[in-house]
């Protein structure tokens, strides 16, 4: 059963609009992540948060911005959507074990950008 | 210029025969590999991972094998079955970050019946 949640699981919209794509997770994990991919395509970090109030740029650049006032809860927001924000964006947070870190994602968003 | 290559975009196999996916990688820093296994609609999921100081791992039907020296690493599932048919994503990172995982683009197992 997942224990972080991604919505919507599907979204389309119209170019110029602001969209916010939740992501929460009751695991209690300092760190949550947001990815992008596109099919076929590698998954690439567009940001990170160490903690409450840590926003951190990934490595590729994202038009996108996100904020993190609860651990739980890690909403990414695109303020006017165009057609080349069209693409998956993965939610994740990760926790240490056996002094590793492992990722655990949520579903996922599909953004579709008209 | 990518850091985790997965060069076969697909791979077929039999139900009940072996399954190899392979990566390599190029950055000698990576101290950490790990395989991901993502669903259509689903976000990935973690499968198996290995240690630089190892070069086995194995977790039930999965082991992971690392070739330090060809930097390459390869995933073997056996016996593979119909439910294993998913995209198998490789990553590595150093130092233990997961902010620093690289992803390869992923190699698309279909497992026939």
Known sequence: ?114 | DQQVKQNSPSLSVQEGRISILNCDYTNSMFDYFLWYKKYPAEGPTFLISISSIKDKNEDGRFTVFLNKSAKHLSLHIVPSQPGDSAVYFCAATFQGGSEKLVFGKGTKLTVNP
Request: proline share 4%; net charge negative.
């Open chain 1, 1 to 114: 059963e997942a224990d972080i949640y991604q919505t919507p699981r599907y979204l389309v919209i119209g170019t110029g609009k602001k969209i916010t794509l939740e992501c929460s997770q009751t695991m209690g994990h300092d760190k949550m992540y947001w990815y992008q991919q596109d099919p076929g395509m590698e998954l690439h970090l567009i940001h990170y948060s160490y903690g409450v109030n840590s926003t951190e740029k990934g490595d590729l650049s994202s038009e996108s911005t996100v904020s993190r006032i609860r651990t739980e809860h890690f909403p990414l927001t695109l303020e006017s959507a165009r057609p080349s924000h069209t693409s998956q964006y993965l939610c994740a947070s990760s926790a240490t074990e056996k002094l590793q870190e492992k990722l655990f994602f949520g579903s996922g968003t599909q953004l579709s950008v008209l």
